[in-house]
């Protein structure tokens, strides 16, 4: 098993800039690739970004591109995404995923292990 708890949420300005934490523990080389994705009330849970064990390999999805930019450190375990230039529209709850197979996915049922979320609000 993998545990993620996800950190660093809260609410922030439009323009403004927010970086969420994923701290994994446990199997953590269960978790190959690792993603963020987020859940706005009422809508479906979407992906933002996923990076590989290496890191070479990313995803980004269109709505966040430019913005948002996804990494991750081995050594402590942990994945990041630094928020930029923040809109009401990202507005949500960021949820941190992990896959065992090193093969970058979008698709929520592509991920083995999920953290409970953090909320970001961004106001206008």
């Known amino acids: 098993q993998v545990q993620l708890v996800e950190s660093g949420g809260g609410l922030v300005q439009a323009g403004g800039s927010l970086r969420l934490s994923c701290a994994a523990s446990g199997r953590t080389f269960d978790s190959a690739v690792m993603g963020w994705f987020r859940q706005a009330g009422g809508k479906e849970r979407e992906f933002v970004a996923a990076?590989?064990?290496?890191?070479?390999?990313?995803y980004v999805a269109d709505s966040v591109k430019g913005r948002f930019t996804i990494s991750r450190d081995n050594a402590k375990n942990t994945m990041y995404l630094q928020m930029n230039s923040l809109k009401p529209e990202d507005t949500a709850v960021y949820y941190c995923a992990a896959r065992r197979e090193n093969r970058i996915a979008a698709r929520r049922y592509e991920y083995d292990y999920w953290g409970q979320g953090t909320q970001v609000t961004v106001s206008s």
């Open positions: 990076i590989s064990w290496s890191g070479d390999n990313l």
